[in-house]
């Protein structure tokens, strides 16, 4: 009887023992769970920012569904065009700041990073800036004075709200030559140095940016790198520099690619700027961002007009995978990785180079739809 006692607690206490086990190791996977990111800013949190672009359209509030996917996937803003010099100042002197003031209201009340774009653009500045009233080219001292004010007044208003700026656009060529923009051709490379040196008197605590595309060309690597050093050595503020990344399935080749971070991280932080990945083929078959390049429309050049094969779809992700592998690997260099664009529907590769096509070069897709590469992305940061 007695035996049959102590065998009965033993079974009891076992009981228990078992009872609790499965409690803890169930709230375990609970935890777990929960603690699994959902979104990508939550997975790149500790990374860098990862962020967006937002157009005219989101930030006027006519798109809800797509400033939802930004409020609950990017914790960094950046504006598409509403910043660029020839938006923000028409003619001399009339500053349109409305819709540029409700995406830095934006930011701050999502807890956002901001960051400007874009300071000095030869391609989108306003004609006025470079000709007096009769239609002649200005003299030195008038456009540097024109740069100043519109950078201070620009840069000025946002003083310790903008974060980052893009202070200069694209001044380099392929080659590592400069661009003959008509800043260039005014003020020759000064006007780079007139640049940064206003944006920084503007706002000493704002981080300042080189901004340019095909930056994994050894050529443009070479010039950015020696332009950077001597304005740095000149004591010049230049905190970083962004690498535009308008990528395709097969270019650029992503060793280049991890080269220029590695020597732009050198000079100070890098930021990867205005990512989107092409499925559609180049008239050129390079990685080019020349705005003004335009090219006929041609069936061949819009081959998925009805959605992506399967086959394509996974190229995509793996892409996507290998160069956030990358930037994974090199964050300690890097502050910001920003997507150009929140969904397919609005990116500007719709149109550029050839008008009218087709592009799928997004994490969303046209219904606002996170696309499987979405998920592995999560995993990938998760692991690191």
């Known amino acids: 009887m007695l035996k049959r006692k102590k065998f009965s607690i033993f079974i009891l206490l076992l009981s228990v023992f078992f009872t609790f086990y499965s409690c803890n190791t169930n709230k375990k996977s609970v935890d777990n769970v929960d603690s699994f990111p959902t979104s990508l800013k939550e997975a790149f949190k500790d990374k860098f920012y990862i962020g967006t672009t937002l157009n005219t359209w989101q930030i006027s509030g006519r798109q809800p569904e797509e400033i939802k996917v930004a409020k609950e996937n990017f914790n960094s803003i950046v504006a598409e065009n509403i910043m ?116 920084h008197e503007a706002d000493p605590d704002a981080e300042l940016y080189y901004n340019d595309y095909s930056m994994s060309n050894p050529g443009k690597r070479n010039g950015v790198v020696k332009m950077v050093e001597k304005l740095q050595n000149d004591g010049v503020a230049v905190h970083g520099i962004g690498m535009q990344g308008h990528i395709g399935l097969g270019h650029p080749d992503i060793r280049e690619f991890e080269k220029s971070l590695q020597a732009y991280g050198e000079l100070g932080k890098v930021m990867i700027t205005e990512l989107d990945l092409s499925v559609l083929p180049s008239p050129w078959g390079d990685a080019g961002a020349e705005i003004s390049d335009n090219y006929e429309y041609e069936d061949k050049m819009n081959p998925f007009p009805d959605g992506l094969p399967e086959d394509v779809e996974q190229q995509f992700t793996k892409r996507y995978l290998e160069f956030f592998e990358l930037f994974l690997k090199h964050q300690d260099k890097i502050s910001r990785v920003a997507l150009w664009g929140v969904n397919d529907g609005n990116s500007w590769k719709n149109n550029w180079p050839v008008r009218g096509r087709t592009d799928y070069p997004l994490l969303f897709d046209r219904e606002n739809n996170a696309k499987p590469v979405v998920k592995e992305l999560i995993e990938l940061a998760s692991a690191k």
């Open 84 to 199: 660029k010099s020839a938006r923000i100042q028409p003619k001399e002197g009339e500053f349109n700041f409305s819709l540029a003031d409700e995406l830095v209201n934006f930011g701050e009340e999502n807890n956002m990073h901001i960051h400007g774009h874009t300071l000095i653009w030869h391609s989108q500045a306003p004609d006025w800036f470079f000709v007096d009233e009769d239609g002649n080219t200005v003299s030195k001292e008038i456009l540097t004075q024109r740069m100043k004010e519109h950078i201070h007044m620009v840069v000025g208003r946002y003083k310790g709200r903008i974060h980052s700026w893009d202070v200069v656009n694209e001044a380099i060529e392929d080659d590592g030559s400069y661009r003959e923009s008509k800043f260039y051709k005014i003020l020759g490379e000064d006007f780079i140095k007139l640049a940064f040196e206003f944006a």
